[in-house]
């Protein structure tokens, strides 16, 4: 199992069905530990015997907050590792096996390393003929040297 099919719940959501359902638990206990202390303290005439019950409420907020929090962090975390691995697969680092396992996902295709660069006019970058940016263009194609020659520099998706 790679670290991108470990880390993705679905194509919609960088949470998996585990820390969607440890973060809800942690949502719906931090809330009913709030309202059951709010109830118990409304309960209550005289001070003193409403503050344990609004430090049980207050102690459910901070276990809501905690599965709002864990639950953001999973999110960024995951999207970290989606963002590594296609810097990586951009940049050729990736294991063949990793970049079809991401390929089978629908997000990434594997790389071809065509030979034949393109531009179009007016552009100030060359590409790959099988780059993403250069698919379904009419560009013409032309050598490397030609293309440096009139100031044209490489992209950064395909790195000709």
């Known amino acids: 199992m790679t ?3 470990r ?4 194509a919609a959501t960088p949470w998996s069905p585990t820390d969607l359902a440890v973060c809800s638990l942690l949502v719906a206990v931090g809330i009913s ?4 202390g709010w109830y118990d303290a409304a309960g209550k005439l005289v001070e003193s015997e409403q ?3 609004l ?4 102690a459910g ?3 809501a907050g905690a599965g709002l929090v864990l639950w953001f962090l999973r999110g960024r975390r995951a999207i970290r590792h989606r963002r590594v691995g296609l810097v990586n697969h951009r940049r050729g680092l990736l294991r063949p096996t990793v970049v079809e396992s991401i390929s089978a996902g629908g997000t990434l295709e594997p790389r071809s390393r065509s030979a034949v660069l393109v531009s179009g006019d007016g552009l100030g970058r060359y590409h790959r003929a099988d780059c993403p940016l250069a698919a379904g263009r009419n560009w013409r194609s032309a050598p490397r040297a030609q293309f440096e020659q009139a100031g044209r520099r490489p992209c950064g998706v395909c790195r000709p």
């Open 3 to 5: 670290i991108h099919q």
């Open 7 to 10: 880390h993705r719940g679905s």
């Open 33 to 36: 530990m709030g309202f059951v």
């Open 51 to 53: 503050v344990a019950p």
């Open 55 to 58: 430090n049980f409420a207050g």
């Open 61 to 63: 907020t901070l276990v």
